[in-house]
């Protein structure tokens, strides 16, 4: 007893030191599983917002901002067809072709059967241009051909034709006219009555109008132009081409086709008939809006 007394403090103290530690050690000891109180999840503790290492993490974990706009809640983006080809729709049977141009030549079978008529025909026609060496372009199937004034043989033979000039497309278009010319246009537009007439083989309609005019005592003004190798009527009983309007002026027709050539190149047949016609629209309201005027 008398040993406890003395030496009770010394196995006391080295006691309390190692249950002192042992507490230190259970409640804040790192190992897993140690510890004596559960820790919260690090994704749930709230970071200071004023600490330097809270902003940081914040930059490091949030997207880059986007250039891209936003779209509105309830939208979809628009599909991407920049890569998908669009679906070609098949014709309907019953859908008929249409005529298309030639896929070399860009010329429709039309085309290509007036420049075979016309280069059978005798005419020379530029591959590059579609026309023969006088702008002319190639004359439809079936009609007559020109004929070069110096390339004409003349005979005695006689025939007959018809010919007549009219103006009466310009009492439709008075306010058009050039106030000097109103007194010059009759009031029914007839200026050469149709009238049988004579002509000689190997005679152009240039020929014949410059004629029978002449004996009518009507005036007729003309202008040779080489390279259409033609005459060109400027004026008939001094009505001249912009008098009604700028897309004025003289054209004609033989039996009702408005030759695509001058007047000097077509030679005449035994019964045509001939018109000279005043258009003020550029042969639209003649029905000659295809055809060159004379």
Known sequence: MNWWKKNKWKVIAPLLIVIVLAAAFWYGGNAPGLQGAVNQPPDTIAADPASPTAVLEQKKDDPAPSTEPELEPDSEPAPDTSTEPEETQEPAEDTPEETSPDAETGATPDHESSVEYSEAGGMEIDPETGKDKYQTDPV??????????????????????????????????????NPEKVELVPEDGVIFPATEVTFYEGESVFNVLQRELKKAKIHMEFTDTPMYNSAYIEGINNLYEFDCGEQSGWMYSVNGWFPNYGCSRYQLQDGDVVEWVYTCELGADVDGSRAVGG
Do not use: H
Not at 144 to 170: G, K, N
């Open 140 to 177: 439809p199937e079936g009609k007559p051909l020109p004929v070069e004034p110096q390339d004409a043989v003349f005979s005695d033979t006689a025939y007959t034709c018809t010919l007549s000039v009219r103006c009466d497309t310009i009492l439709n278009n008075m306010d058009w006219l």
